[in-house]
Structures are given as structure tokens and as C-alpha cells.
């Protein structure tokens, strides 16, 4: 039987993510991080007490993540076509089978979760300079759905659906990569 794990409709957050460009990611200075207060005045403002603090979070997680670009774990794209309703930037993604899934001695293996963010590239990058060489097609996504066999062990993952920060131009020539 099959089961389909998913993230919430609302995108602001990841939005948010999909509009740095590489400079921003590696800007230390982008948020200006300022301590939580321990009483708050209402529930909106106990919320926003906490969204500096994880864009900041996941801009540092980026930032060393694509530092250490090379030695994530990636895929070779098989499958891949735009998910229905079309121009919403969704994509179906099937790949053949997770490489570099080890993350060093004693840590679990990576697994494919909705709400992962991932880079559809047009080559494996080595380091964040090759996606900006020329000729390199590249962008973020992030994992929205994943669908599998309920018997199917969650590092296997291979059938997923992404919103990609921009529209992809799909043709059969172009070799595709995930990292």
C-alpha cells in the first residue's frame, strides 16, 4: 500500500528561504538575532519572538551545508516532470538511489523528509563555485511529498515531490543531479 508523507500548504517560510541569493546564505550578518523575552504579551507576539532566530538558524544550516557541498548526499534524477496544478513550481522527482547517505562515524544516514531542502542541479558541484560557472542550471527545492511502499525503509526513498525556488526547463538532454 502506498502512503504519502507531506508538509503544510503554507510557504511563506520557505518563500522567505527561496529569496536569498548564495551571497545571503553566507552573509553572518543578514539577522540581526536578539534575545527571546520570557513573558510575551500574546500568542502573535510569542511567535514572531522565534522567526529572526530560525531564519537565522536555517541560514547558518545552509550556509555550512554548502560548505561542505561535496560530501552530500546525492542522486541522479530518472524521472522528472512537472506535478499538477502546472505553474505552480511543483516537480515529481524519481531518482535512482541515494549516494554519500553516511554523514561520518556513529550518525544516522540521511533520509528524505518533506521539508528538506535540496539543490536540482544540472552536474554534481564539488563546491558552491561550480554552480555559478556557466553553462550550470541549478536551484533550490524543497521536498513537499514523498511517496513510497509502506514497506519501504525511509533512507530508500525514491519517489518524491518538490517546489523548486523557479520554474526548470525540462528536456530529456540534461543530465540532472540532486544534492
Known sequence: MMKKKEITNDH???DTIFS??????????LFKVE???ESFDSVGHYLRSYEIPLLEETRAQLSSSMDIISRAPFAEMVA????K????????VNIDYWR???RGSGKEHYKTLPGDIVILTSAKPENV???QRVGRTWTFAVVTSITGDETEDAATYT???VKAQKDIEISDGLQKSLT
Open 12 to 14: 511563506t517560510f520557505v
Open 80 to 83: 522528472f516532470f512537472e506535478a
Open 35 to 37: 534575545n527571546i523575552p
Open 20 to 29: 536569498w541569493s548564495l551571497e545571503d546564505i553566507f552573509n553572518e550578518n
Open 100 to 102: 554519500n547517505r553516511s
Open 159 to 161: 519517489s518524491f515531490t
Open 129 to 131: 563555485s561550480d554552480l
Open 85 to 92: 496544478p502546472h505553474g505552480t513550481l511543483l516537480y515529481d
